[in-house]
């Protein structure tokens, strides 16, 4: 799988918006961007993931540079339940594992 | 609807015992994976099942480690004589099948100590 490379920690104060950035500048024709996050002492959960064009769901958004050598997920409104580590990987299609790198690990401030 | 479970959330044995961690998927995920995150790192991929293909053991760091998938839902993941270096939460996830970049949901982990 492609690397990634990420941000060791960033901070954000609450209620204001954050922007996670990731470089993946080997990535493939054929490999989609995904974000997963961890809280602490729980199991990753999915963030979101795209391919292309950028993507919107409930929890975030993923803005894909058209080179798609770099994504930046975005949290519209840090809270504090969104202090993870969040981690930015690249996947083929189909049931490959996911390569977890270090992640970026957010802290969001009062 | 359920999650994926995890039993034990955490499991002390002493060094040279053998443990068996288990893992109940979401109804109808076909693929299956086993993970682990030693102290301050990140995940690591051990092993996964896809349905009743032979199961991907590439990530499985020595012959003490072994998996099995029953009637393609339990997985239950063995580790023989452990060791310290073993400590770990060791996380299971599972998917939808297919070729379509779906999601995987995880577990919360079992926590393992070796000592």
């Known amino acids: 799988d492609a690397k990634t490379t990420q941000p060791n920690s960033m901070e954000s104060n609450e209620e204001e918006p954050v922007h996670l950035p990731c470089n993946h500048s080997?990535?493939?024709?054929?490999?989609?961007i995904h974000w997963y996050r961890q809280l602490p002492s729980q199991g990753p959960e999915y963030v979101i993931h795209?391919?292309?064009s950028n993507v919107n769901n409930r929890m975030a958004s993923l803005a894909i540079a058209e080179d798609r050598k770099s994504s930046t997920l975005i949290l519209h409104r840090a809270t504090l339940r969104d202090a993870a580590v969040y981690y930015c990987?690249?996947?083929?299609?189909?049931?490959?594992?996911?390569?977890f790198g270090k992640g970026t690990r957010l802290s969001v401030i009062a | 609807g359920a999650g994926v479970s995890q039993s034990p959330s955490n499991k002390v044995t002493e060094k040279g015992k053998d443990v068996e961690l288990r893992c109940d998927p979401i109804s109808g995920h076909t693929a299956l994976y086993w993970y682990r995150q030693s102290l301050g790192q990140g995940l690591e991929f051990l092993i996964y099942?896809?349905?009743?293909?032979?199961?991907?053991k590439s990530g499985l760091p020595s012959d003490r480690f072994s998996a099995e998938r029953t009637g393609g839902s339990v997985s239950t993941l063995t580790i023989q004589r452990t060791q310290q270096e073993d400590s770990a939460v060791y996380l299971c996830?599972?998917?939808?099948?297919?070729?379509?970049?779906?999601?995987?949901?995880f577990g919360p982990g079992t926590r393992l100590t070796v000592t």
């Open positions: 099942f896809q349905g009743n293909s032979a199961p991907d």
């Open positions: 990987i690249l996947s083929g299609s189909g049931n490959t594992p996911l390569v």
């Open positions: 996830a599972s998917r939808v099948g297919g070729s379509a970049p779906y999601e995987q949901y």
């Open positions: 795209g391919l292309t």
């Open positions: 080997t990535i493939s024709g054929t490999d989609y």
